[in-house]
């Protein structure tokens, strides 16, 4: 929650603004590539796929 509050008082400053939220977006996109990487190792675990 602090990282939340923090960004947002961030985002609102004039230069790093834009730089706030390119890391907001880089920080979503490796979220998902780990949510990926641990459901596709969850259907190895289950047999459904071969590693």
Do not use: C, D, K, N
């Amino acid at each position: 929650m602090i990282a939340g509050a923090a960004a947002g008082t961030l985002a609102h400053l004039r230069r790093l603004g834009p730089l706030t939220r390119w890391i907001e977006r880089f920080g979503g996109a490796l979220m998902l590539a780990a949510a990926a990487y641990f459901y596709y190792q969850a259907l190895i675990y289950f047999g459904w796929v071969s590693p």
